[in-house]
Nanobody, 114 residues
Framework: VQLQASGGGLVQAGGSLSLSCAAS????????MRWFRQAPGKQRDLVAM???????NYADSVKGRFTISRDNAKNTVDLQMNSLKPEDTAVYYC?????????WGRGTLVTVSS
C-alpha cells in the first residue's frame, strides 16, 4: 500500500494541527496503522497506533493531547494534535503494518514555535 501524509506546517505552542494519511487502497484489513515522528538528530519514534478493530495506543508524551482515528470508507488515518509543544517538532510519518509488508509514506514536517 502506498501512503501519503499531509497537514504539517508551522504552529505556535498551544495550537493544533491535524495530519492525514491517505492510502492507495482499502485499509479495512490492515492490522495496524501508525504514526511515527523523527526529530532532527533523533531516532524515529512511535507516536500513536490504531488497530483494524479500532483499539488505540499512544506514546506517553502525547497522551491526552493527540488522537488517532481511521476512516475505512475513505482509506485515511488522521492524527489530531492539540496543545502542541515545541518538543513535538518533527517529521511525522504514516505507517501501515500490512503483513508481510511494513509500508511507509513520505513524512510531513510539523514545526511548533515557542
Amino acid at each position: 500500500v502506498q501512503l501519503q501524509a499531509s497537514g504539517g506546517g508551522l504552529v505556535q505552542a498551544g495550537g493544533s494541527l491535524s495530519l492525514s494519511c491517505a492510502a492507495s487502497r482499502s485499509i479495512t484489513d490492515i492490522i495496524v496503522m501508525r504514526w511515527f515522528r523523527q526529530a532532527p538528530g533523533k531516532q524515529r519514534d512511535l507516536v500513536a497506533m490504531i488497530t483494524s478493530g479500532g483499539d488505540t495506543n499512544y506514546a506517553d508524551s502525547v497522551k491526552g493531547r493527540f488522537t488517532i482515528s481511521r476512516d475505512n470508507a475513505k482509506n485515511t488515518v488522521d492524527l489530531q494534535m492539540n496543545s502542541l509543544k515545541p518538543e513535538d517538532t518533527a517529521v511525522y510519518y504514516c505507517n501501515a503494518l500490512d503483513l508481510p509488508y511494513n509500508s511507509w509514506g513520505r513524512g510531513t514536517l510539523v514545526t511548533v514555535s515557542s
